[in-house]
């Protein structure tokens, strides 16, 4: 089922949390919706649930009209943060929650209750701790019987909010693989919040970027990636470096000489040896080893600008470098905005 | 985040119908046993006007009457606050075996029947009591005069101060205390100028229900007294002797005292749970 | 928790003294005196005991003082845990002075809550002139002794129930709507469990202070010995007949009672902690 957000506007006293946002979720997509906090995207994703009222605008489903429409009735599946799990209820009380709420003629039988909600639980892989109390679990199996929680309704929507936000660094990265995975057997349309870049670019059939309640940008991971809309964006996916386009970059003349401002990755700088074209002298001012990679703080002779350079450690080790040697700094790939953005 | 401080208006209440009748039931029920009983006392206090009431509460057994019960709360009131910062500090500072019991124990009083904490004084020290005899023969009064009055009255006081201590030290940990004895500083300077600072409002808390109480307490007191006017009668006890001759309009004028003593506290309460919460 | 050892490696200094005088002062003030009951107590030989506890006009007591504790306890569940839903969840004009009058039956003085109690439901009174010509006669009666530890209980379940009701998580309400939950399904089914340790310890706590209360009944329950008189008034009219053996052996009951209520609510409370904890 898709989803229409229509002009929406969500006004918390003098804060303006969404601010006339228009999207379209196409159905059976997994969309994330990445920004830093405060930008709106909690709010947006509320507002879809329908646990927030939008002060303007309007929400449907496939089409249809659904602003108005209770929480109850709207048939969304909501994975909560901090999962909101019953914890007076086994996993499987939770998991049976909404199939036995509903209202006696449409509810299933007890036999059938139990057989979906096992079914589930074979699906997120918690099929032995049925009998479990959500106290007695991992923080990851929590989260995974508030995923099969919420599916258990059989949803149109799947929306989750943060849910990877409270696990640990590994489990984040195991989780979210999985959830992939489930999202490609499953094909339930499905909207999760993140601020975390990494994990949107990894989930995600599509991104949509927010920030202080507005879109920045909407498309594919590559899209936004490779050709962000603006330097927000650029700057929200991963690091950057800003250069003065005085040089030779012939498309940042066209534009406007003087406010133009180029932004590069940290990875796509080479560092050379040697002057090459479009490169600036630059002293070595620091080297850290990060991992697989090898992080590299350049001082741009002249401008008193730093630079961060991104190296492999194969690249680090061939050039040999050491502080306060003079080295060269190119671009490898560079964008330009107006200079209208501060980092 | 960004959305979640906001109540959503929908999902969490109900309907305003219901919300309309639960309030209207509740306040019925607030009105029916709380405000009609308040306001009550003071209608009555007043029956036969201003003149009365102070002819009432100036009566000279009457101010025995409150003499007495000054005295009482004077004694009580300090020996409990001492006993509830020492045993908060042993509880909150310190890890031992049988702790959980020691807690309960000392909130003990408040689960005896007051009449059952005046009755054990009378076996204690009442003539057929344990130390009866010797009291009589050396001439000591205890039960049926003030040293009973105040004994009582310190048993059904005793864990006030100390059970609103306890948890709060314990929510502070030892930190502070710690870091102050690192500096230097001798453990008489660390309770003085860390602990007492962090605790002073629970410890106002404490003395305010404290007091309230050891002015008010009626059974316990009514069992060691003996009821004797304007010797061993507190303010309560006063109360129930006016009242039991039919002598309701003196007998209320006495009582507002207590109602406005316990208005005063209810006052106080509010303030320092006010202020517990802005230094939290 | 029981095989917790001796620690003494902190540098906090005072763990003998203070202990040491914690231990004195409740062993004076507390312990000895309530031994003495017991004592006193053992030196009836058991069939004197029973004869004593047992006797008809005993048995009376019991059943008016614990039925009434009981209902009035029930009643406080019902109506506190409403009062305690309005104040948190409702906002209202003047919402923090009646929070703060919720706390009356504590500081009044039951003495003065007697006779007023007693003044306001008399055939002459407020709500007494109301209520008698209608067939209800409050004051003087066992129902005297509900409505009087209606009032002195009052406070408790409020005040158990208030503090977890405002501690409980949104999202679990918002759970319950997402997943088709009507209103009263939510409350039902996700709230009240949430609540029901605390309800509980709050009946507990007003049930126990319904037994063994004394100063706020005397005034309106007629004291007819079969009909109205409660438990702890017996004691005080053997105590003035100079009957110690009698009022010892009732108190005793009444003592093993109140045991029975601390280790209750002791439970509730660790069976609530435990709720707690996730």
Same mark, same amino acid.
């Given at each position: 089922m898709s989803i229409e957000i229509v002009s929406v506007n969500k006004q918390f006293g003098s804060f303006t949390a969404l601010n006339d946002v228009n999207l379209t979720v196409p159905s059976g997509e997994l969309t994330a919706l990445l920004g830093p906090s405060g930008s709106g995207k909690t709010t947006l994703l509320r507002i879809i649930a329908g646990l927030e009222t939008p002060d303007a605008g309007s929400i449907r489903f496939d089409g249809e009209e659904t602003t108005d429409r209770h929480v109850r009735e709207r048939q969304v599946g909501f994975v909560f943060q901090h999962y909101a799990l019953f914890r007076h209820m086994t996993v499987e009380e939770n998991v049976a929650f909404g199939l036995t709420v509903?209202?006696?003629?449409?509810?299933?039988?007890?036999?059938?209750?139990?057989?979906?909600?096992?079914?589930?639980?074979?699906?997120?892989?918690?099929? #032995?701790?049925?009998?479990?109390?959500?106290?007695?679990?991992? #923080? #990851?199996?929590?989260?995974?019987?508030?995923?099969?929680?919420?599916?258990?309704?059989?949803?149109?929507?799947?929306?989750? $909010?943060?849910?990877? #936000?409270?696990? $640990?660094?590994?489990?984040?990265?195991?989780?979210?693989?999985?959830?992939?995975?489930?999202?490609?057997?499953?094909?339930?349309?499905?909207?999760?919040?993140?601020? $975390?870049?990494?994990?949107?670019?990894?989930?995600?059939?599509?991104?949509?970027v927010m920030n202080k309640g507005r879109i920045e940008q909407v498309g594919t991971p590559a899209e936004v990636y490779d050709q962000p809309a603006n330097p927000f964006v650029f700057d929200f996916l991963g690091s950057v470096n800003l250069f003065h386009c005085r040089s030779e970059q012939g498309q940042a003349r066209a534009a406007a000489p003087e406010l133009s401002m180029g932004y590069v990755r940290s990875h796509d700088i080479e560092v050379e040896r040697r002057q090459s074209d479009g490169a600036v002298e630059a002293e070595v001012r620091h080297i850290q080893a990060v991992g697989p990679a090898v992080r590299v703080e350049l001082l741009v002779r002249g401008t008193g600008k730093t630079v961060e350079a991104e190296l492999?450690? $194969?690249g680090a080790e061939r050039l040999a470098l050491g502080l306060g040697e003079t080295v060269y700094a190119r671009p490898r790939k560079m964008q330009t905005f107006v200079a209208d953005y501060q980092i | 985040m960004s959305g979640t401080s906001a109540k959503s208006v929908r999902t969490r209440t109900e309907p305003a119908p219901v919300r309309w009748l639960l309030i209207i039931v509740a306040f019925l029920f607030l009105g029916l046993f709380l405000f009609v009983p308040l306001a009550a006392v003071f209608a009555q206090a007043l029956e036969k006007g201003w003149d009365a009431y102070l002819v009432a509460i100036?009566?000279?057994?009457?101010?025995?009457?409150?003499?007495?019960?000054?005295?009482?709360?004077?004694?009580?009131?300090?020996?409990?606050?001492?006993?509830?910062?020492?045993?908060?500090?042993?509880?909150?500072?310190?890890?031992?075996?049988?702790?959980?019991?020691?807690?309960?124990?000392?909130?003990?009083?408040?689960?005896?029947?007051?009449?059952?904490?005046?009755?054990?004084?009378?076996?204690?020290?009442?003539? !057929?009591?344990?130390?009866?005899?010797?009291? !009589?023969?050396?001439?000591?009064?205890?039960?049926?005069?003030?040293?009973?009055?105040?004994?009582?009255?310190?048993?059904?006081?005793?864990?006030?101060?100390?059970?609103?201590?306890?948890?709060?030290?314990?929510?502070?940990?030892?930190?502070?205390?710690?870091?102050?004895?690192?500096?230097?500083?001798?453990?008489? !300077?660390?309770?003085?100028?860390?602990?007492?600072p962090n605790i002073k409002w629970g410890l106002l808390y404490g003395v305010i229900l404290c007091n309230a109480r050891a002015m008010g307490e009626f059974g316990a007191v009514s069992v060691v007294s003996g009821h004797i006017r304007g010797a061993t009668n507190t303010i309560p006890l006063h109360v129930e002797i006016l009242y039991n001759e039919y002598n309701y309009a003196a007998a209320f004028a006495v009582a507002s005292l207590l109602a406005l003593l316990a208005l005063v506290t209810l006052v106080v309460k509010s303030f320092v749970e006010w202020r517990m919460r802005e230094t939290s | 928790m029981a095989t917790k050892p001796i620690t003494r490696n902190t540098v906090i200094p005072g763990f003998g003294p203070t202990l040491g005088y914690t231990v004195f002062y409740l062993s004076l003030i507390v312990l000895l005196p309530l031994s003495a009951l017991v004592v006193k107590t053992a030196s009836l030989t058991w069939p004197e005991f029973i004869a004593t506890v047992a006797a008809p006009r005993v048995v009376a007591s019991y059943k008016v003082t614990f039925g009434a504790a009981l209902a009035a306890a029930g009643v406080n569940a019902l109506f506190g845990l409403l009062v305690a839903w309005v104040l948190v969840r409702y906002s209202l004009p003047g919402k923090r002075l009646i929070d703060a009058l919720v706390d009356l039956p504590f500081a009044l003085p039951t003495a003065v809550a007697g006779i007023t109690l007693s003044s306001v439901y008399a055939a002459n009174g407020w709500l007494g002139?109301?209520?008698?010509?209608?067939?209800?006669?409050? +004051?003087?009666?066992?129902?005297?002794?509900?409505? +009087?530890?209606?009032?002195?209980?009052?406070?408790?379940?409020?005040?158990?129930?208030?503090?977890?009701?405002?501690?409980?998580?949104?999202?679990?309400?918002?759970? +319950? +709507?997402?997943?088709?939950a009507n209103r009263w399904q939510t409350f039902r089914r996700v709230l009240l469990p949430e609540l029901l340790p605390a309800l509980l310890t709050g009946f507990a706590l007003a049930f126990a202070r319904g037994?063994?209360?004394?100063?706020?009944?005397?005034?309106?329950?007629?004291?007819?010995?079969?009909?109205?008189?409660?438990?702890p008034l017996l004691i005080i009219t053997k105590l003035e007949q100079y009957d110690y053996a009698g009022a010892t052996a009732i108190a005793t009951v009444m003592l093993l009672f109140s045991f029975l209520m601390l280790l209750t609510v002791n439970l509730l409370q660790k069976w609530s902690r435990r709720h707690a904890a996730r």
């Open positions: 509903k209202p006696r003629k449409e509810r299933p039988s007890k036999k059938e209750v139990r057989e979906r909600v096992h079914e589930l639980l074979r699906l997120v892989q918690l099929e #032995g701790l049925a009998d479990r109390f959500p106290s007695q679990l991992s #923080g #990851g199996q929590r989260q995974r019987v508030a995923l099969a929680r919420a599916l258990a309704v059989e949803p149109k929507v799947l929306l989750l $909010d943060e849910p990877f #936000g409270a696990l $640990d660094a590994k489990v984040r990265v195991e989780l979210r693989r999985w959830l992939r995975r489930l999202h490609d057997e499953i094909h339930v349309t499905s909207v999760f919040v993140t601020h $975390d870049q990494e994990e949107a670019l990894e989930v995600a059939d599509r991104i949509v492999s450690r $194969d | 100036r009566e000279p057994d009457a101010l025995a009457a409150v003499k007495l019960t000054l005295i009482t709360a004077a004694v009580s009131v300090p020996v409990n606050l001492v006993f509830g910062v020492v045993a908060a500090w042993a509880i909150a500072k310190f890890e031992f075996r049988g702790k959980q019991l020691l807690i309960t124990l000392i909130d003990l009083p408040f689960s005896v029947s007051p009449v059952i904490s005046g009755l054990i004084y009378v076996l204690l020290f009442g003539l !057929q009591g344990w130390l009866g005899p010797w009291l !009589q023969a050396h001439d000591i009064k205890i039960i049926f005069a003030v040293p009973g009055i105040v004994l009582a009255t310190v048993f059904v006081t005793f864990p006030f101060v100390a059970r609103e201590l306890i948890p709060l030290m314990e929510a502070q940990g030892k930190d502070e205390e710690e870091a102050a004895i690192t500096l230097g500083a001798s453990g008489f !300077q660390t309770f003085w100028r860390v602990t007492i | 002139s109301i209520l008698e010509p209608r067939g209800i006669k409050v +004051a003087f009666t066992p129902l005297g002794i509900f409505v +009087a530890m209606t009032f002195i209980g009052l406070p408790f379940v409020v005040r158990t129930v208030q503090p977890v009701l405002e501690e409980l998580e949104e999202e679990i309400e918002e759970a +319950a +709507a997402c997943l088709g037994v063994g209360e004394y100063g706020s009944i005397i005034f309106i329950a007629g004291n007819m010995p079969m009909v109205s008189e409660i438990t």
